[in-house]
Structure formats: structure tokens, C-alpha cells
């Protein structure tokens, strides 16, 4: 047999081993990882489980047989196994176990994706509560509207009873920012739901729509309106989801999803489960702010518009970006933010939080409204940016806000509003006037005599 024969059979065999491994599955952190449809494998510990849930609740059984887990042999004493001194531990058909599966827990074969989790902002939404929104939902409202609505995606602090049970007031719960008997924060199954763990579902954009939609932060929404959302919607077919790398620009080219910007990977950054990394501005607050290290955040973020965009469209939309939040600090925060402080120093409201008029139209002014406009521009979305934005804005603080302050302390107000934003309010010149009417004499004709 010739050398180059020699080479041909050897080059045929790597390319068949290659070829299988890609079918089987690829190996990561030194595990081989199968195909979701690869052969169960059900360990000695775990069949009493399997075979029992089987018949008392299959669905369970069902998921975790389609979970990447179950071809490793990875199952329910696996995740849920606990220890003596564990505080939510509790004895079940001969094991100790652990209702609460905890980030902690995920963290035995998961480390690294544990860690960057933890530093997230996600496993940090528990600390909600002790805010206005909290004291709102809490107090205002009442504890069961919050416990239902606010805590199920924030997440709040799971207890456990005297008798070893979990407090029903507290569980079930999967918010983002659950704060676990074990001491971690979060769950990994906000965003990866039990028992199938399903990457592909990750990457949907409804899967962050649970949370980030709605009045004050409709992200879901947005994208859906925006060239992004319209786009993954007629080509999701094209998605690759299923894919184990997801690489932006590689794997996949038809649309972006929430996950795409905020966490998977680009030819150039590796995925990453600290979804505030990327971003540059919070949005959150009354007045906007420039994030800690945000050149290097909007630098990565920039490196995933570069997989399908030009750099000077890149930089072009932020720019844009830049200049509309500018335009809503400006105006409207800032100002609004002023009366209120001026509003509480001289006595006018109390320091109890919605027991004022004002305080409700302040709070829906940058909670809903301003929330609005801001994350509409950051996401493409012109009509949030404008008619659910801008539009509500501006008319609820020229005509709700700042007549309500005037009543509190008259001649307040033009302290803080003034200069050129608000120069339109003395009147438009005859000429102004002249230049739209002649507009719309062009555009339209004139209106029929009756």
C-alpha cells in the first residue's frame, strides 16, 4: 500500500469519527453531549424516581426524557439530592431531597454559567421589594396581588416551615430573582423551564416575554413591532434553534432574538449568561443613566450588530439612541423630577408614596410612559418610541403634571420649565401658522364649505 493510499484511509476514517461525534452530539467542559433523541439512560438511583412519577406525574417523566440531561444518566436525585443541614431538605422514598433546585445546585456541572448568572442583574431582581414599585404592589394594592404579579418574576425569598414544608405564600415561584433556602439567588429555570432545560426555548423571544412586556417595560412588544421581530417571525423556520454553538453570522443569519444581543455568542464574544453586559444605558430609573463601564458594554453590544450590519448604521442608531434619551432627560425627567423634590421640601406632598395625586401621575409618567419612549428607541420600535411614548409624555406632563403642581404651589413650575423645549408653549409666530396652513391647503385642499 502507497503512502498517499495510506493517507486517503486515514483522512476517511477522521472525517467518519468527526461525522459521528457531530452526530452524537460535541464535547464540551470534557463531557460528550448526545442529541436530545439519543437513547435515555435511567441510573440505578434514579429509576424508583422515574418509575414512580411516571404514573403520578408523567409530564414531568415526558420532559425529562426529552431534556439533554436524560441521555447522560443526569436525573431527579441527580439535581434535586440534598444534605442533612440543607434547610428545605426533607426525606422521600429512602433519599433526601430538595424541592428547590437552586443555581447553587446547577452549579455542580454548570459552574461557569452559574457564576455569570449570579453577577447578573437577573439574580438580583428579588431586591425589588423594599421599592415604591414593591411598596405598591405590597401596600397599595395588597400582599396576594403581589405575591401573584410582582414576586412571580422578580422572584422572592422561598421559606421554609417549622414542619420542613415550603410556605405556600412563597412557593411555587420561578422569578428570575428568587432568593432560595439554600442562600443562592435566582432560578435557572425562569428562563430554562423544568424539567426539559431546552436551549431552544431560551433563545425565543417569548421566553423573556414572560417577564419584559406589559405597561412599564413591554419588550416583548417592541421587538415584535420592530424590523427584528417582524423578521424572526417570517423566517424562524431558519433559526437553527436546536443548534448546540448558536453562533451569530455562523449558525444562523435570519433575525436576532432578545438572546442573541443580550447573551449567545458572535464570532468574537462567547456566550454569556450576565445578561447586563451588553448594555449601556439603564432605562430604568427616573432619569436615565450611563451604565458603569458602558463604552466597553456598547462595544460588545456593537460587535453583535456587526454580524449583520455595517458599522455606520451601527453607530448611526446610536447616535439616534443617544439623542432621544438626551431629549427625554432633558425635558421631561429632569424637570419632573425637580417639582417633585421642590413639591416635597415645601410640604406640599407627604413622604408616604401614593397617597398624593401627583405621586400616581409623576409615577406613570417615567414608570410607564417614559419607560415607553426610552425602550422603544433602544429597540427599533418606532411606535413605542412615538403614540405609546413620547406622544403620552408630553401631553400628561404639560397637561395632567404640571397643572396638578401648579394647584399644589402656584408659579412652581416655570422655575423648572423653560428654556428651548419648552418655547413652543408662548405660541406659534403668524409666519409658523401661515407655513402649516399653506401645508395642508398643498397636501390636503381645502376643506369643503358647508
Known sequence: MNFRVKQWIVAALSLFFLGSLIT???????????????????????????????????????????????????GCVDCHQAKKEDPDAWEHEGSLVATVVSPKDCARCHAKVAKEFT????????????????????????????IGGCQKCHGS??????????????????????????GSNGTCSACHARHTFSAAQARQPENCGKCHMGPDHPQIEIYNESKHGIVFRARIKEMNLDSRSWVVGKDYTAAPTC???????????PITHDVGKRISWTLRPVVSKKLKNWEAKRKDMQNVCAACHGPDFTKSFYTQYDNIIGLYNEKFAVPARDIMLALKKEGKITSTPFDDKIEWTFFELWHHEGRRARMGASMQGPDYTQWHGFYEVAKHFYFKFIPEAEKLSPGLTERFVKGKHHQWRKGMTKAQIQQMLDFYQKRYGAEEKK
Open 259 to 269: 438572546a442573541t444581543c443580550h447573551m449567545s455568542a458572535t464570532k468574537d464574544l
Open 24 to 74: 452524537v452530539g460535541f464535547i464540551e467542559s470534557g463531557r460528550l453531549l448526545p442529541e436530545k433523541k439519543a437513547k435515555v439512560v435511567v441510573t440505578a438511583k434514579n429509576e424508583g424516581c422515574v418509575n414512580c412519577h411516571a404514573e403520578k406525574s408523567p409530564g414531568i417523566v415526558s420532559q425529562w426524557k426529552d431534556s439533554r440531561h436524560a441521555p447522560l444518566g443526569v
Open 119 to 146: 453577577n447578573s442583574h437577573h439574580a438580583k431582581a428579588a431586591q425589588f421589594i423594599g421599592s415604591l414599585d414593591n411598596f405598591l404592589g405590597v401596600v397599595v394594592e395588597g400582599a396576594p396581588a403581589a
Open 157 to 182: 425569598t422561598v421559606k421554609v416551615l417549622k414542619s420542613g414544608k415550603l410556605d405556600p405564600s412563597t412557593w411555587p415561584n420561578s422569578g428570575v430573582g428568587r432568593i432560595n433556602p439554600d
